[in-house]
């Protein structure tokens, strides 16, 4: 007996087979050169944000000046980005949305699709999703990670086999998942919002009338500890957070057995391309000795120094080095001007309830981000 075997991803609009192609019967390579240097945008791919100028990313440009052997990509096309990564261990595919062209290294492989078989939108999904992967491993082969480029050679990539449905199901799946992305770019909108109306009120409350100290003079000043890798991986029962020099995640890197601090706090990081950021902490922590650490004595808002603190130190940071520091002698002669006990605590419970309906919408966000992973990684074969 022999059976028919058809391709149906777990989610889909209908029962309509996919069928299998190669790469190379939708997408035709693209080689054209920036002759001329006829754009001088700089373009590198961004795992997060897809294909965007170095130069907003970087904050500088890490492509030649003469541009004219780049390759020009134009709105609409992609490019593989053959650069791993643990997030990404097959490098990244993304498409060309946000410019009108722009160019890019040739270690990079360019191409446009042919919108005949394979909507552009729905491609481009596709490639947020993890289900090419298994075509780009088969090619690579053992030992085809080279300086942190897998070895992929052309010829091969568009070689690969790809399940796809009829236009018109492609059509609903990238509409709908179009319309899952915009809710999360709307969600992210909400978010800056509440972030950015935070930070008017505090530059608002800077502007009260108040008295002037230096932290010195309410506050009792600190350093962390070394606490290293080896530290974290021995502990038994882990559950106190280790506070570092990094901003993501809270600035936690780890957790450990006991605790070194109890109560309320503020801390900063004194070191690193983060140095000067200041955080809130209230509860049993730990702090690298990358954290410098502020024990406001009592009579003064932790909470709302912590706020007031952050718009202040920046400009305070050593940022002549080759490690950007804010050391604990700068931190103690930095002058903050603050209202009375009672308004500090007024003026807290106001922040406090932004930040607390910015908590709310990131796990909305969280949500919705999980959704569209669940989605592309169902929709999809």
């Not at 722009?102 to 446009?112: A, D, P, V, W």
């Not at 090419?132 to 090619?139: E, G, L, R």
């Not at 770019?185 to 505090?202: E, F, G, V």
């Not at 410098?292 to 909470?303: E, H, P, S, V």
């Amino acid at each position: 007996m022999k059976f028919l075997l058809i391709y149906v991803p777990n989610l889909r609009f209908n029962n309509d087979p996919y069928k299998k192609y190669n790469l190379y019967e939708f997408a035709t390579r693209v080689t054209r050169k920036n002759k001329d240097n006829v754009s001088n945008l700089p373009l590198t791919i961004s795992a997060q944000y897809g294909l965007v100028d170095q130069v907003s990313f970087f904050n500088k440009t890490v492509a030649s000046k003469d541009m004219s052997g780049y390759y020009l990509l134009k709105n609409g096309e992609f490019a593989y980005n053959k650069s791993y990564s643990n997030d990404y261990p097959w490098g990244a595919i993304k498409r060309l949305d946000l410019y009108d062209m722009g160019c890019l290294s040739t270690l990079y492989i360019c191409f446009k699709t042919n919108d005949n078989i394979v909507n552009s939108n729905y491609l481009a999904h596709y490639f947020e999703s993890s289900k090419w992967h298994k075509q780009v491993a088969d090619i690579a082969g053992e030992g085809a990670r080279n300086h942190g480029l897998l070895n992929i050679a052309v010829n091969d990539f568009f070689n690969t086999k790809h399940a796809v449905p009829t236009i018109e199901n492609q059509i609903k799946i990238a509409g709908f998942l179009d319309l899952i992305e915009e809710r999360i770019q709307t969600q992210i909108k909400i978010i800056n919002d509440y972030k950015i109306l935070k930070n008017h009120i505090i530059k608002s409350f800077i502007k009260q009338n108040g008295t002037s100290y230096l932290l010195s003079e309410i506050a009792e000043l600190g350093r962390g500890r070394v606490i290293n890798s080896a530290e974290i991986s021995k502990q038994k029962n882990p559950i106190y957070p280790v506070y570092s020099s990094q901003t993501s995640n809270n600035g936690i890197m780890g957790y450990l057995d006991n605790y070194d601090y109890e109560g309320e706090y503020i801390t900063w990081t004194t070191d690193g391309a983060n140095a000067g950021t200041v955080y809130y902490r209230n509860g049993k922590f730990n702090c690298t000795n990358v954290c410098g650490i502020l024990k406001i004595k009592n009579g003064y808002d932790a909470y709302y120094i912590s706020n007031i603190l952050n718009c202040y130190t920046k400009k305070y940071v050593s940022t002549n080095l080759a490690n950007p520091k804010l050391m604990n002698n700068v931190m103690a002669n930095i002058k903050i001007n603050l209202p009375s006990i009672e308004q500090q605590k007024h003026s807290s419970k106001i922040l406090q309830s932004i930040e607390y309906r910015v908590e709310i919408e990131e796990d909305i966000k969280l949500n919705l981000v999980k959704q569209k992973a669940f989605l592309l990684k169902n929709m999809f074969i």
